[in-house]
């Protein structure tokens, strides 16, 4: 089955500075790359997704790229603020294993003052 | 609003009890799932179920069991429950053709 590793589980930055999570992917027919962000307590939300048909995207201050012959995709906050502190899901899935998603295990972003 | 519904939000019990997690749903969603969520691990797929008539293991089916009563309810047993299966259990809903999940609001289970 697909396996989705994630780096780094922790990421520590400073306000306005940019963070960069990346993801690597095994199955090569999985063509659906979303990012999940789960704040304290609370349930993972979509912030953005791609798919492989698209090497780059964007919204604002986030910006998910995909490397397909590498298999791996990156999620790019820039000017970081307090409220972007929460732990980032990325997750693959492709039709084959009815869309369900294999999820990376989580990285932790912390954004100081 | 169209949400995903799970109960109980928590509960606590002892080796070996029977245990019932139910998510319910109103966003007209054809398929639902559910999935563990513990300490640095991320979230794992214990089912999934496309319709009333279909369902599938995930990646850690072992000692669960899930019951799709209806297009809007999804629920998930543990016939014996063991201390390893205390996690953050989410239940989550996609459209048909969709990829995005939408998830419910988490039960926390303890087995003591």
């Known amino acids: 089955g697909e396996n989705v590793e994630q780096h780094p589980s922790t990421l520590s930055v400073q306000e306005g500075d940019s963070a960069v999570i990346k993801c690597t992917y095994s199955d090569s027919a999985s063509n659906y790359f979303p990012w999940y962000k789960q704040e304290l307590g609370k349930r993972p939300q979509l912030i953005i997704d791609?798919?492989?048909?698209?090497g780059e995207k964007k919204d604002q201050r986030i910006a998910v790229t995909l490397n397909k012959t590498a298999k791996h995709f990156s999620l790019h906050i820039t000017e970081t603020q307090p409220e972007d502190s929460a732990v980032y899901f990325c997750?693959?899935?492709?039709?084959?294993?009815?869309?369900?998603?294999?999820f990376g295990k989580g990285t932790s972003l912390l954004v100081t003052p | 609003d169209a949400d995903v519904t799970q109960t109980p939000r928590n509960r606590i019990t002892k080796t070996g009890k029977r245990i019932m997690l139910e998510c319910s749903q109103t966003?007209?969603?054809?398929?639902m799932y559910w999935y563990r969520q513990d300490p640095g691990l991320g979230l794992r797929l214990i089912y999934y179920?496309?319709?009333?008539?279909?369902?599938n293991k995930g990646e850690i089916s072992d000692g669960y069991s899930v019951s799709r009563q209806a297009q809007a309810k999804f629920s998930l047993s543990l016939e014996s429950a063991i201390p390893n299966q205390t996690a953050l259990y989410f239940c989550?809903?996609?459209?048909?053709?969709?990829?995005?999940?939408?998830f419910g609001s988490g039960t926390q289970l303890s087995v003591l």
């Open positions: 179920s496309f319709d009333v008539k279909d369902i």
């Open positions: 997750a693959a899935s492709s039709r084959g294993s009815g869309y369900a998603l294999n």
């Open positions: 989550a809903t996609a459209g048909q053709g969709a990829e995005k999940l939408f």
């Open positions: 966003k007209g969603h054809d398929r």
């Open positions: 791609i798919r492989s048909n698209v």
